[in-house]
């Protein structure tokens, strides 16, 4: 796609080195993969890539928000997510992908596409969870006010004289 040539880093004509790239994300991006889950989003991307003489190190960062429901109380909120992710890229016979971590590319290749792997990087940093700041601890007050009823209302109630003679029992041991 015409939309992901700006992902195409062409590594031939890079010296050997540290190189640094940035890429803002939107929604666009996710609408090229059919992803529509959120309507606002907005990613900063970084990619450090180090070259060597056999094998490339990529090393992704990315930082940004997505507008989302909160799954406790329902609330729009803008949710911050980062996420990081390391690439070793090898030169080999064949194109291979099989390990998250390793990608193998043919001799003959001269650039890498990286717009598979930002996607990637960007939803599963997206937690399943999510929970607006500041309700977990409402949450947290609203269990400690039903715990502190529950208490009162077991010591209200009456206890059933047999209990208090299990428990005689027990002491005397």
């Given at each position: 796609m015409k939309m992901f040539n700006e992902f195409k880093i062409p590594f031939v004509g890079l010296k050997e080195g540290n190189h640094h790239f940035d890429y803002q994300i939107g929604k666009e991006f996710f609408d090229a993969f059919g992803y529509n889950e959120f309507d606002q989003m907005d990613f900063k991307v970084e990619i450090q890539?180090?070259?060597?003489?056999?094998?490339?190190?990529?090393?992704?960062?990315?930082?940004g928000i997505v507008n989302t429901l909160c799954d406790v109380t329902g609330e729009e909120f803008d949710l911050d997510v980062t996420g990081e992710f390391p690439l070793i890229v090898k030169f080999g016979e064949v194109f291979n992908n099989d390990n998250e971590e390793l990608l193998i590319i043919p001799h003959t290749a001269y650039e890498l596409e990286l717009h598979q792997y930002i996607y990637e990087l960007i939803v599963l940093s997206i937690p399943q969870k999510r929970v607006k700041s500041g309700?977990?601890?409402?949450?947290?007050?609203?269990?400690?006010?039903?715990?502190?009823?529950?208490?009162?209302?077991?010591?209200?109630?009456?206890?059933?004289?047999?209990?208090?003679?299990?428990?005689?029992?027990?002491?005397?041991?």
């Open positions: 890539l180090d070259k060597k003489s056999t094998m490339m190190e990529l090393f992704f960062t990315a930082q309700t977990v601890t409402t949450m947290k007050k609203v269990e400690e006010v039903d715990k502190t009823l529950q208490t009162k209302e077991d010591k209200n109630k009456e206890i059933d004289p047999r209990w208090d003679q299990l428990k005689q029992l027990l002491d005397k041991k």
